[in-house]
């Protein structure tokens, strides 16, 4: 047994307690921010409290009225833009790394490796370092501003089918043995044993690309100049500079706890398979 | 490996295979080798001509004295980020590893501004920092210092790393504390009974036995402020004051498609993908070294 302190168990909550303060400070003053009106935030120091506007501020941006957002789209509309974009990005995701993972996993046949390979190396690019180039082949494919191009280029993983890579080898031989004395073909095996395993690691990875596609911020960025495809993040920098000296901040912050409020609903819904899925991917 | 036991199909895994092959292929490997090519190439901005020119992007890049900024800029940014974000999770995994009462609480509390992108934590930062009517603004007023990230080099790098480093706290905590829950208790009971305290304990065992876990962060770290946190500049400094904050990727993004200079951005991005091939050999010689273990 390990000897009983309680002065350090007093400073481990004091030091928790301010951690959690100095963290949670940003979110109190975005809310905060949300509920007042734009002239406190004109001179002296910002509101520390609730202001009356809050009911205000969340209609007029949810509904864009009178172009508050300097857009001619609404927030509501950008969320479901970015909703679009982080299902698609998550499903499709593990859709295709779980393919993938079977056929290199389950399978024998000639450039296995080179394709084992050339799924890795997608792991060493993020989009940010060859931006351009992947530009302009969306742009050649005539994909700018579309669902496909905010999604497909993005949708390729390494990681996932790392991730479901390792989790197969990890099942044992005797399962595929049995199937296959069982008559069962790859395909049945597949839907009947490796998907009903799977869904631990699939709500993981869901929590973890969902987020990954709401909160991309470059690419939408860089392909879509049609207000249509705008999504909630993107659209917060725009604000930040409609009006150097005159930065519409009750504006500003109700967006950005707009754009917040999804992915963070779902860290916290699903808070066991995230912290689980996010240490099993060191592994 | 499932040596013995494989299905028999030659055409199945292809099929199965195909939506990632093509997508890599043609979103990954392509633009990946545009961007070479592009890099041996002088282009006037409109397409018109181009020169083939061997290596004289790269040459001109490195005796640029503005990308060697850019260079130290983003080491101090990415040393900044990665050393305050793991050194706050180290501290606060510590103090909840012990904590019965109330740790589902905490961690939850600490755990979700994971979910936070970090263009929005950079903005609501930046407010905080304001010049005029921020907060923590007023508060350095308090102590007697004029804050104006707008004029300070350092200021402006102090917000950005703040706001990047805060981002990724949940992060790194998950894993400190995952580590530490992994520690055998008997090894932590047998230093007590040997009668060393908590402090000792703690640098003695449990940071050398977390140091595998410390470096896979601090590569993840040092790859994240490299190359995720193009927004908390894109939207607060926009590289400035001067060249204080101009990281190598914001370089590329603005020399690219700003300045639209197609020859100096390729061979940006091909420097840049080497910085990252390098990084991922590193974490991956590492993974292998610790599944040996």
Known sequence: ?283 | MHDNVVFNNKVLPYFLLAPQLVITLVFFIWPAGQALYQSFLIEDAFGFSREFVWLDNFIYLFSDDEYWNSIRVTFVFSGLVAFSGMAVALLLAAMADRVIKGATTYKTLLIWPYAVAPVVAAVIWWLMFNPSIGILAFLSWTLGHQWNHYVNANEAMAVVVIASAWKQISYNFIFFLAGMQAIPRSLIEAAAIDGSGPFKRFWQIVFPLLSPIAFFLLVVNVVYAFFETFGVIHATTLGGPGNATRTLVYKVYEDGFVGLDMGSSAAQSVILMILVITLTIIQFKFIERKVQY
């Open chain 1, 1 to 283: 047994m390990i000897e009983n302190r309680p002065w350090l168990t007093a400073v481990r909550h004091l030091v928790l307690i301010l951690g959690i303060i100095v963290i949670g400070l940003p979110i109190w003053i975005a809310l905060v921010a949300s509920t007042n009106t734009s002239a406190s935030f004109v001179s002296g120091v910002m509101p520390m409290w609730f202001g009356e506007e809050g009911l205000n501020n969340f209609r007029r941006v949810l509904t864009n009225e009178g172009r508050v957002l300097g857009v001619g789209v609404s927030a509501s509309w950008m969320m479901w833009n970015s909703f679009i974009m982080a299902m698609v990005i998550a499903i499709g995701k593990i859709t295709i790394s779980i393919l993938s993972a079977f056929a290199i996993v389950y399978f024998r046949f000639p450039f296995r490796r080179t394709c084992f390979w050339m799924i890795f190396i997608t792991l060493m690019l993020p989009v940010e370092v060859r931006i351009l180039p992947t530009y302009e082949v969306v742009a050649s494919l005539g994909m700018l501003n579309s669902y496909a191009g905010l999604t497909i280029p993005l949708i390729a993983s390494a990681t996932a089918t790392f991730l479901f890579r390792q989790f197969f080898l990890s099942i044992p031989d005797s399962l595929a043995e049995a199937a296959r004395i069982d008559g069962a073909g790859p395909m049945k095996f597949f839907k009947d044993i490796l998907l009903p395993l799977s869904v631990n690691n699939i709500a993981a990875l869901f929590v973890i690309l969902f987020i990954y596609g709401w909160n991309q911020y470059l690419w939408p960025l860089l392909i879509t100049t049609d207000e249509n495809y705008y999504t909630i993040v993107m659209v917060i920098k725009r604000l930040m500079t409609a009006g150097e000296g005159n930065v519409p901040w009750n504006i500003i912050m109700t967006t950005t706890v707009l754009a917040m409020l999804p992915p963070v609903v779902v860290v916290l819904v699903m808070q066991k398979f995230f912290v689980r899925g996010l240490v099993e991917q060191e592994k």
